[in-house]
């Protein structure tokens, strides 16, 4: 691919929306207005251009943002040594269309999370459906029977699926050729939640003239995220909190009040927590284990804005990332013992939804429709390595893993993915990518 350009920060372009705005980026959900009219106008207005307000870095350096006339009603991106607005050619130069292996698709609704384990891909939809594809062919699927399905996670011979209606549910992994998927238990377990509905201590006030054991998610679960070496399982809520649950026997060992506004997104990285929220924050958490007990302690606020934060993500670099409402990645890099901000990749025209990382790409869907691959490079900066056009919505989850025998013998250091994208267009597409630019071009020739 050639000329590619270097994209290494921008402004925020951000107002204060309109309240049915307001409610549609509260939950990250595009699809949670019903009224055609209502979508119409949150299209609309999210593709809008207006006078920003920036975002607040809790970092030990100064914001990025002093050096930008923002409090000026002229544009953010004129005179400022820290942006960089991608041109029209920018945006050329990285629309190539790399190896579209194929799309996904049943009539079961829009698609809101995606997991993949080996050459197994399991797809939730709001149709209540969890699906099961197998090399890319129909294989089965299990019905929750309530509740659409916003998080998957797969560990060993368990699923856990997140849903609208607050609960996780766990389900057994077939043997062998099976097809039949069991249910197996909540969390929390039935015995766990009726000994602490008998304790009144175990009680918290959720709101007005409402209280709920601590133990429960009373409203939706929006994500999930998995230390498999400590067998710790994180979920996060509208219900504002992140609960850690305990694999081995399915207790809930803390409830973390996370955030003053829904939380969207929560990634782990070894004793780290990044969680991100409605409320516009990005915040880092230190885990602590004690014999019995588990806390997390609140070590940086990474971010504070007025739009949301939608998904955060982490590299095998340390590298955090997150996107918001306002169609931006922003990115952190570490610094001893703190996180310091990067910089923002501007690749969308609306709210970014969705991020995945592996290697040194990052992959950002979006509202918008698209899918933007970005290269991490030895410098620091990124580049954009094409975008990923296809859907005929917007795009909710992705998931990334390793192709098999992906090295190639000539360019020992690259590595070749998979990619799966699924979208409230009802499908699920899957692509092969490539951490080099002209292997990407390779793919679909």
Not at 16 to 23: C, D, N, W
Request: charged share 20%.
């Amino acid at each position: 691919m050639t000329n590619q350009k270097i994209i290494k920060t921008v402004v925020t372009e951000n107002s204060r929306p309109r309240q049915k705005l307001e409610t549609l980026l509260l939950h990250s959900d595009i699809n949670i207005l019903n009224n055609e009219e209502d979508v119409e106008f949150v299209q609309r207005r999210l593709s809008s251009a207006s006078v920003p307000s920036p975002p607040l870095y809790d970092t030990p350096s100064a914001s990025p943002y002093v050096f930008s006339p923002w409090n000026q009603p002229i544009s953010p991106y004129i005179n400022s040594p820290w942006i960089h607005q991608p041109s029209t050619d920018d945006y050329n130069a990285c629309s190539w269309q790399p190896g579209l292996i194929g799309s996904l698709v049943r009539e079961q609704g829009h698609i809101y999370s995606l997991a993949a384990s080996g050459n197994i891909l399991y797809t939730g939809s709001e149709s209540q459906n969890i699906h099961v594809w197998k090399n890319l062919k129909d294989f089965s699927g299990f019905k929750s029977h309530s509740g659409l399905v916003k998080a998957i996670i797969v560990t060993g011979n368990k699923i856990f699926t997140g849903h609208q209606d607050g609960k996780i549910r766990v389900w057994q992994v077939p043997v062998g050729e099976k097809r039949v998927y069991k249910r197996i238990g909540n969390l929390p377990t039935s015995k766990d939640f009726v000994k602490s509905s008998m304790n009144p201590r175990s009680y918290v006030k959720v709101r007005r003239h409402r209280n709920v054991p601590w133990i429960k998610h009373f409203d939706a679960v929006s994500c999930m995220s998995l230390d498999e070496e400590t067998g710790l399982l994180y979920s996060g809520s509208w219900d504002k909190t992140v609960k850690v649950w305990r694999l081995s026997d399915l207790k809930c060992m803390e409830s973390v009040n996370a955030h003053d506004d829904a939380v969207n997104s929560v990634a782990v990285d070894g004793g780290l927590v990044f969680t991100g929220s409605a409320d516009g924050t990005v915040k880092m958490w230190r885990r602590e284990v004690g014999k019995k007990v588990v806390r997390h302690v609140l070590v940086q606020t990474l971010l504070r804005q007025e739009c949301a934060v939608t998904a955060v993500a982490v590299a095998a670099s340390g590298v955090v990332y997150s996107g918001a409402s306002d169609g931006l990645v922003s990115y952190w890099v570490r610094e001893k013992k703190s996180l310091r901000y990067g910089g923002a990749l501007k690749g969308h025209k609306m709210a970014v939804l969705c991020l995945a990382v592996a290697g040194n790409l990052v992959v950002s869907g979006s509202a918008d429709s698209n899918i933007c691959v970005w290269r991490r490079e030895e410098s620091g900066d990124h580049s954009c390595l094409t975008v990923l056009v296809g859907h005929t919505g917007p795009v909710k989850c992705l998931t990334i893993v390793e192709e098999e025998g992906s090295i190639v013998e000539d360019e020992e250091d690259d590595q070749r993915w998979r990619l799966y994208s699924g979208s409230l267009d009802s499908s699920v597409k899957v692509w092969r990518l490539s951490e080099h630019a002209h292997e990407v071009d390779h793919f679909g020739e």
